[in-house]
């Protein structure tokens, strides 16, 4: 990463990527009748929403380089927190769901903390701790959800 520029193009995309994602997830679960994990998935889109437009927002006065979808670089195939598609099957069950949902949240995270810990810009530096917050944020209540599941409970205890 080498300009904030560059960071906040990435961010933009992997966050849209996300809230588009989750909120096929919860479109599924929910049509599946799975309305608890249905709804996490859509706090969790909700999320990247405002993250989305963190960044937008952060973008609004530097000129952001266009970067189309095919010349992004990331650790895998898909921008890390684009959840894996199959979990839109309405017949997949709530455990495999959350860890679906665990997978992703975590590979944003880690991509983030990738950039904050190779970043040589003080300015990127501060934005990626940010983004790396928040996300541990999301690591952590879904690791309460997969606990909760794990216990045959609904959700998790506030």
């Known amino acids: 990463m080498q300009t904030v ?3 906040l193009a990435y961010s933009i995309h992997l966050e849209k990527e996300a809230a588009e994602r989750f909120g096929e997830l919860a479109d599924a679960m929910e049509s599946g ?3 608890e994990v249905g709804q996490l998935f859509r706090r969790l889109s909700d999320y990247s ?3 989305l437009a963190d ?3 952060r973008a609004g006065f530097r000129e952001i380089p266009e970067i189309s979808p095919d010349e992004f670089v990331w650790p895998d195939l ?3 927190e684009a959840a894996a598609i199959w979990g839109t099957d309405p017949m997949i069950g709530r455990a495999e769901a959350l860890q679906i949902a665990l997978a992703a949240e975590t590979a944003g995270y880690d991509y983030y903390k990738h950039v904050l810990d190779t970043t040589e810009d003080p300015e990127i530096k501060i934005l990626a701790k940010e983004f790396v917050a928040e996300e541990a944020g999301h690591v952590a209540e879904l690791t309460k959800w997969i606990a909760a599941c794990q216990a045959g409970q609904t959700a998790p205890a506030n």
């Open 5 to 7: 520029e560059e960071f």
């Open 33 to 35: 009748g799975n309305r």
């Open 49 to 51: 929403k405002l993250h």
């Open 55 to 57: 960044a937008r927002a």
């Open 78 to 80: 898909e921008s890390p």
